[in-house]
């Protein structure tokens, strides 16, 4: 593609996503008028894909002005095109960066010399507090946003960021409800089928962890016909999939006739050496949880003698014993690198609290106490509202 | 890709689809054994893809020579290349291929001089019907089989054939049940989802027909959260799907608030002028049911303005009424286009009909009646039965 | 009670149910304008209690005469002295009668002289076949309904009863759907809890066949969190359920776990002698299937050291090898004795077959041929209609 | 029933629920050893009912003496009598007793000088700390449970209570997901079906509040396939009930076309008279909250012209605008009343709460705080445990 084909396919993408978010599109008429962020420059980081295009479009109608960097592995090139198009937009990431292109590419969103920032896993935070050329943003910085727990953790623990308020967008008991149990049950049984062509009805599936995440994936699975097994170590946890229909059992017992196995814990090493060592032959193994660490990758290559790509997403280990298993993503999560990620509308709720977030910053931030802290509950509950607008009456998409 | 990748990237994908194979496996280690095609050559016409490929691999082990074409725009090139590669296979087929290709594809398949024949919507029996160059086949011929009710209807009405047996694979009560309630139900939520990445929890989606398609579809996507509306002519049909808690309405109401429109009637015209008229702006409409003429694409074409391919298998058609509707794959069967069609384990069970009907055929042609039948009845319980030791008691796969 | 309010207590009860039934409703109001039975006389012999009595009712209305008696052990004496005050009313049944009573009951029915009869397995039939006395009612009558599929059996098979029409109600596709899969699947689950007061959640409860009664019971157990085993011989009932998302198993397996057992195949001795010794101890047995055969009485009996009745409709057997399991309802009909059978808007439905089938043996008895057969269907159409606008449409009940 | 009848009665009922009380059978034995209650008296309030009985074995087992009254209304006569038969057991309850029978019985249990008591809604705290009588017990008593949070806020609020510490059993997580969700949850199911006999299936029903109770009554009723409405004012939990796949609705719009409504909110006067002008004719009305007023039967009087009982547990109001509407238990806790209450299972796990609580008091209640408090982490924990060893690994029944 040339580059007006690149910025035409960005667009067509961009507009499929702001067909499905009505959040944000009443937010951004909204904006037109009160232009809240008038002659402030945000500056950004989260993937550049469709979405986050409907979003950027919502802050150019309230008078932002937009740096963006992406994440890398998760840039469309099409879309960032079709962005780069527009005013007062610069963009700063393209699908083959490698971690030091991010890192270069995070410092020219911050020479950008923002307002408000926009952070996802903490990394504008870090270079803030990490590198002196651009310490002076921590007196000018009216405030930020941290998209994720993990990012909001960095700040708590490790940078001890305090000069400005930091809102983290996951904090928020919508979030959790939408996103980690309806969003991630389904963008999960999506990537799987996708992925595998496997049928789910009659499928002996492992789901270990029963937080929101994965009761979410539990019940979607069963939805779909599944025989879900749930693994969880707290015994109230245990006790409730018991009583809401689904088998449990210990690990090492769940894994021996497992056809599939997801983890989805938050904690690191789930699938250690010892638990791979029980897997049964021929078994699919994905993660769903935040945390690329649930599975022990080096354990799993250590057990391994070859490792073959056997289909996009799905690489097949030969194991010592003679035994074959099959990784989804590297075990990354899968229901966003095998998948599209989160259902549109669902992202539409977590950029509605995004941009509400950031208005609050550019207009009361004096208001806020410094440092990391929930989003506040009126701005929860206002874009909770705005979705029970949007996806129960059911007025018009756009 | 050169011919070797090529080959090499068939052979991956053949590879994944036969781990997920057992029945045929099975079948293939007995045919080995067996040899029921030896000096026999099969003439095929079905899509040339991965579970077909692992279909070829079973016929061979029983001692067939096999001639192969596909269907136009269905083929997968590196599946071609990788069967052409195997000993004693021909291959007829490419992914661009019209219609006229398709024919005279045919008729190459038909010039092997097959023993056999396994057919696909009934175009390797109208040639041998309907053309002289192959009319020696009616008499040489052990038998056929025919993979769909669309191409055995044409063979009962239209083509007359009586001169030997041919098994309808989809007449058996195994395939209605697995493939077309199960089957179709996922894989109709499955291209759902990856072809629009929408939220179907909450969606207002409203099924048409509620056969075993149409009953598989309403209660998967209802696993998947969604707030689905059954519309069913057959008074008992409608009073089914109410009594298992759907909602279900007259056709215009149920257009009328609908944010998806799924047809599965198995009848054309479903959705005619008039009640395209009625649809919502902005939704979405797919056809799952057997013809691409449940939705009337003419009276759609003529009802819009302008269409614009905003999707990969979406289109908006923009009204002349000012509404717009989202097409998806132009009305074709949108789990075989927007997905991957239905699981490999349930074409397992499908093609595993294929392969004892025409070792039925191969072997004792003469104990059959002549003309279209129903697979025989202990072929189908011998399926079924194998179904049940690979699924359910859930032996290790190969 | 004294009989006046004895009566009063029958005419509430009857009163609640009325209020439930809009379907007779509807045809009440047409008959009393067309008088189908003016003249007439009916003979019948049904439950009499709440639900028949709405159908007396309805029958009055048409004109009718009515002499009825009802089954042992089903009859509700309050219920019987309301419908014995009304004028035109015959009613000889009491709730302490014996089986010798009741076919006593039964000849003063035939007494009566009726133009029609509607039985319930096949007792009347039986009578005018197998006793000189009633003989001359093979020439008179006009027809007959026959309630069951075990009656209908014995008309076929034993009495050869090919005089007049009888029409069977429950060999309609609407019967099975409406009352065997959702009727049944309801009242089991009410009968279950109500006399055992068990949690029904994570229970471990394996149902036997997945015929209509089995699916519909599997089904509604699962919507009540238990965790349930499908066992049917029949493969591809065995395939469905594994696929439908159920455990199964084979049955000697299945009952070493299980901690609630219930029959429902239509076959008898299905829990014979060696299943009985399977059992795990502590168990609830039950049978929901049409005899009271399927669990193999006597077997248990000699299994077992005593006998105790521990709760109404639950007896608890010791048996000789130190277990002991649980038999509801003395292995009769569990939703039938432990509940109140059938929810009411179920017989609704089933009445108004009989009402409409009774009208056209009256009108036009002569279009119909002679001895046992299904109901006309357009008098099926016509309930199954009139049951989608009592129940979807949401009418106001009377 | 003579004495010696009725404690055989209440000795059945006892065994009934004892063979599915598998917690306090294990406690009861370990209690044996270890004789924690040993020289102590127990001073009760609780229903004495069947799971009762059982709980106060497992306390005799422990060494205690017992003096025990009931709740006015929930007596059952064999059980108090079989009870009174024990040794070291005082039972001061009888069916009929009125409000001020219950008061006089309650301080007899004051007055056999108890070491601990269990209260259920504070009236035995009230006696302690209303009256001079009983005022040194308020200085003897080594602690207290208490069953509910209403009791609970009753002893927080109004009498102060901070001479010992009170353990309130229902906040717990353990109880709140065990009894709150799936224990109401069914048991609602279960009062519905046997009080009415309606056919769930299909039916429009509404459940105001989606709390643990109402998102579990509103998950049971559609496992039994009724169409629910759920109302919730908060804007967080409609979204939720929406995504989970229930229709919700205003309160207003949702009782329009309700054919049965159920309150489960845990607030006075959700059915104010407003509302209750807008229920449909023929709808019935339950409460299954906490309180008998989430329904206003002041305003429901006022507003009809007659009340008459039809049915056990179920009056029909006519309302004075031709209007009715059909009220269950007066509009108290409709499954204890119209049903058996909670699964005996359930009870189990409470009563196991209970059992580890008084003998923590009885051992080291100095090292807990004084007043009303939750009951301890590890007693908590410990009843999960040995619920999911009793129901999960199905260990057999006693």
Chains 1, 2, 3, 4 share one sequence.
């Not at 699975?221 to 599944?226: D, E, I, S, T, V």
């Not at 979705?387 to 998409?397: E, S």
Request: charged letters at 25%.
């Amino acid at each position: 593609m040339n580059e007006q084909e690149l910025i035409e396919s960005g667009r067509r993408r961009i507009a499929w996503s702001r067909a499905q978010m009505p959040i944000l599109a009443d937010i951004g008429s909204r904006f037109a008028g009160s232009k809240p962020f008038a002659g402030l420059t945000i500056g950004i980081c989260l993937h550049v894909e469709a979405k986050t295009g409907v979003w950027i479009e919502t802050l150019l109608k309230g008078g932002a002005r937009i740096a963006i960097t992406g994440s890398p592995g998760s840039t469309q090139d099409d879309t960032a095109a079709a962005l780069a198009a527009l005013p007062d937009v610069r963009v700063y990431s393209h699908s083959g960066e490698t971690f030091d292109d991010h890192i270069r590419h995070c410092r020219l969103v911050l020479d950008a010399g923002p307002d408000l920032i926009a952070d996802n896993g903490g990394d504008l935070h870090a270079l803030i507090y990490g590198e002196d050329a651009h310490g002076a943003l921590r007196k000018s910085l009216r405030g930020a946003t941290e998209e994720t727990t993990t990012g909001a953790f960095r700040l708590y623990e490790e940078l001890q960021c305090r000069d400005f308020p930091t809102l983290v967008i996951n904090d928020t008991q919508a979030k959790r409800v939408v996103e980690n149990r309806y969003g991630v049950g389904s963008s999960v049984v999506d990537a799987l089928m996708r992925a595998t062509n496997i049928m789910l009805h009659g499928k002996r599936i492992v789901v270990i962890g029963y937080g929101y995440c994965g009761a979410g994936i539990a019940q979607r699975l069963r939805g779909m016909g599944a025989h879900v097994t749930v693994v969880d170590r707290e015994p109230l946890s245990r006790l409730e999939a018991h009583l809401e229909g689904f088998s449990t059992d210990e690990l090492p017992n769940a894994l021996a006739s497992a056809q599939v196995v997801i983890t989805a814990t938050g904690r690191s090493g789930v699938l250690d050496g010892e638990m791979i060592g029980l897997l049964r032959s021929g078994s699919i193994v994905a993660n769903a949880g935040h945390f690329a660490t649930e599975i022990d990758l080096a354990a799993l290559v250590e057990a391994a003698d070859a490792v073959v790509r056997v289909r996009d997403q799905i690489e097949r280990y030969e194991m010592k014993d003679g035994r074959h298993v099959y990784l989804m993503s590297q075990g990354n999560l899968v229901n966003l690198t095998a998948g599209d990620g989160n259902p549109i509308e669902i992202m539409d709720l977590g950029l509605a609290l995004q941009s509400l977030s950031l208005a609050r910053l550019a207009q009361s931030a004096s208001g806020l106490a410094k440092g990391a802290q929930a989003v506040p509950r009126d701005i929860e509950r206002e874009v909770v509202e705005r979705a029970l607008a949007a996806w129960v009456t059911g007025r018009d998409t756009p």
